[in-house]
Structures are given as C-alpha cells and as structure tokens.
C-alpha cells in the first residue's frame, strides 16, 4: 500500500487555492500499481455476493470498471446531470456555494441485488452521500459497502455517510 500511496500526486492549490489535490494519474500509468490496486479491492470483496459495481463519475468509473471486471460482475455510472440517456432518477445536494446533483438510470438495478459503491477520493462526502440516497430512495438493493482508493480523514466525510461499512485503501 506505501508503494500505491507513493505514486499518487498531490498537487496544491488545485483547482483553487487552498486545495492540495490528489493526483492519481501516476498510479493509473503504472500497470503494476494500478493491478496491485484493483487486486486489494477485488481481494476484499470476492465470494461476498456483489452484483455490481457502482462508479461516481469520472474517476470513480476507472476503479469501478476495472473492479467489475476482475470480480465478473457488472459495474453501473452514477453520473452529473444531462449525461445519460435513458430514463434517471436525480439527487441534489449542497455545495459550499450552491447545489450539484447526482443522476443514475432508472433500470440500474434489479431488487434484491448486492451493491458495492466505489470512488476515487472521499473528501466532504457530499457525492457519496447523494449517490447512496439516490440508490436507496429508489431501488430495493442492499449497499454492501462504500469503498474509496483514500480518504482525506480531517474532513470527516464518514460523518456525512449512512450507517454502513466504509473502507479506504489509504488515508491521509
Ligand atoms: P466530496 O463530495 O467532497 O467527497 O468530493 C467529491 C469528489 O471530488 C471526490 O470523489 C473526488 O473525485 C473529488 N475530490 C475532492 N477532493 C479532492 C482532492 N483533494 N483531490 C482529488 N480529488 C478530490
């Protein structure tokens, strides 16, 4: 896991200032890094039911896709708004300054099936948060865990979050 912390970047004052921003294109361009982390998910994770793999958009979708296909199940986009096609059901939620919202299609899932919901960084919490509302207000699915590549723990994004198992490959 020290190797896999170590090839991601942080870049400050990105976007704006104030922010140090991880950068997770040097771990995505080492084939070993990236497989090494796909495996510590997929390890986590295999003969536990899951039925798919649910992606916040965008750098959710790569660790999603990659998880989905090592586990042989199928993977699902949480996207912004105006991005899918089909029929969506929308959550919004609140910005520092505004809202946002999440969106996912209507026939994402079948009753009954396991979900593991997955994204790159849990930061404030605000689009997991919507993203497992938007899931449960609308589909009989059990939400199996919230999985993140790494948390930022001093913005206590846990404490936005549902009473459901939360787990980070790394942590700052
Ligand atoms: P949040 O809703 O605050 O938990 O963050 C939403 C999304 O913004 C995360 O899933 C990340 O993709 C991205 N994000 C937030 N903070 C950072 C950061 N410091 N570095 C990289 N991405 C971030």
Same mark, same amino acid.
């Given at each position: 896991m020290e190797q896999i912390k170590a090839a991601i970047r942080t870049i400050p004052d990105?976007?704006? +200032?104030g922010i140090q921003f991880k950068d997770i294109t040097p771990l995505l361009a080492d084939g070993k890094l990236f497989g090494q982390t796909i495996e510590a998910f997929?390890?986590?994770h295999t003969?536990?039911?899951i039925d798919v793999v649910v992606g916040i958009e965008a750098r959710g979708f790569i660790f999603a896709s990659a998880l989905a296909y090592a586990l042989g199940v199928g993977t699902c986009l949480v996207r912004k708004p105006g991005k899918? +096609?089909?029929t969506v059901h929308r959550q919004t939620y609140e910005l520092?300054?505004?809202t946002d919202a999440v969106e996912i299609h209507a026939d994402a899932f079948r009753p009954g099936q396991k979900i593991l919901v997955l994204d790159d960084v849990l930061a404030t919490g605000g689009t997991v948060a919507a993203t497992v509302a938007l899931i449960q207000n609308h589909f009989?699915?059990?939400i199996a865990e919230?999985?993140?590549l790494m948390?930022?723990?001093f913005l206590n994004g846990r404490n936005k979050l549902p009473n459901l198992p939360i787990h980070a490959l790394i942590q700052y």
């Amino acid at each position: 896991m020290e190797q896999i912390k170590a090839a991601i970047r942080t870049i400050p004052d990105f976007p704006t +200032p104030g922010i140090q921003f991880k950068d997770i294109t040097p771990l995505l361009a080492d084939g070993k890094l990236f497989g090494q982390t796909i495996e510590a998910f997929k390890e986590r994770h295999t003969g536990k039911g899951i039925d798919v793999v649910v992606g916040i958009e965008a750098r959710g979708f790569i660790f999603a896709s990659a998880l989905a296909y090592a586990l042989g199940v199928g993977t699902c986009l949480v996207r912004k708004p105006g991005k899918l +096609p089909h029929t969506v059901h929308r959550q919004t939620y609140e910005l520092e300054y505004g809202t946002d919202a999440v969106e996912i299609h209507a026939d994402a899932f079948r009753p009954g099936q396991k979900i593991l919901v997955l994204d790159d960084v849990l930061a404030t919490g605000g689009t997991v948060a919507a993203t497992v509302a938007l899931i449960q207000n609308h589909f009989e699915v059990e939400i199996a865990e919230i999985d993140f590549l790494m948390e930022l723990t001093f913005l206590n994004g846990r404490n936005k979050l549902p009473n459901l198992p939360i787990h980070a490959l790394i942590q700052y």
